[in-house]
């Protein structure tokens, strides 16, 4: 079952802080957040794992809270450069291997 | 090193006709998926392999839809019988071993397809 991202859009001015969401009805043994822009693929931002374990790059700031099945992604200080489509990945305990992708997260940051 | 490669870059074809679509995954990488993606929407799961076994078929569409994979190595989709619905970017990703852990996913450029 695929996962519900919120919000649907956000617009920000370079500095300003936002919070994506990402919410599943099933048990989850993980959660990987991607960007893509553009015509671009998307690329890896981070994975939270039950119990725990994070894996990505230092600069993105996520939370996992494993009773709610519920992540979120942090956008500090944002730049130019996070601008893009924002998509959360859910692995269940029940789907090993297959992640569920959100709707995504449009964010537009202006200067 | 070379990412995850994909081929053609877009293809064009009649409504009826098949189409294979073409994936090299990162050398190393045992996991490859591959998704869907509609214009301006998420990306839609359709089917993972371990090595060359697909323990989960669930994503595939409908019957005109399947997919192969030699070894750990390259993956073939085939979509039969096109028709317009099937229009979207088909993209493929790999990762390390799925069975135990989660690892990152690497995406190629994607297979823009247009069924006319």
Redesign the interface.
């Known amino acids: 079952q695929q996962p519900v991202q919120s919000p649907q859009a956000v617009i920000l001015r370079e500095g300003e802080d936002a919070v994506i969401n990402c919410s599943s009805s099933k048990a989850l043994y993980s959660v990987h957040w991607y960007r893509q822009k553009h015509g671009e693929a998307p690329v890896f931002l981070m994975i939270l794992l039950k119990g725990g374990e994070q894996k990505g790059h230092e600069k993105i700031s996520a939370s996992f809270n494993e009773k709610k099945q519920q992540s979120s992604l942090y956008l500090t200080a944002s730049q130019l450069s996070y601008s893009g489509t924002y998509f959360c990945g859910t692995q269940s305990t029940d789907s090993w291997g297959k992640l569920q992708f959100g709707a995504g997260t449009q964010v537009v940051v202006t200067p | 090193g070379a990412g995850v490669s994909q081929s053609p870059s877009n293809k064009v074809t009649e409504k009826g006709k098949d189409v294979e679509l073409r994936c090299d995954p990162i050398s190393g990488h045992t996991?490859l998926?591959w998704?869907r993606q509609r214009l301006g929407?998420?990306?839609?799961?359709l089917i993972?392999f371990?090595g060359n076994s697909a323990?989960?078929k669930?994503?595939l569409p409908s019957d005109r839809f399947s997919a192969e994979r030699t070894g750990e190595s390259v993956s073939t989709l085939t979509i039969q019988r096109t028709q317009q619905e099937d229009s979207a970017v088909y993209?493929c990703a790999s990762s390390l071993v799925?069975?135990t852990?989660?690892?990152?996913?690497?995406?190629?450029?994607?297979t823009r397809l247009t069924v006319t």
């Open positions: 996991a998926y998704y929407q998420g990306l839609e799961f993972y371990q323990p989960d669930s994503g993209l799925s069975g852990s989660s690892y990152e996913q690497y995406f190629g450029p994607g």
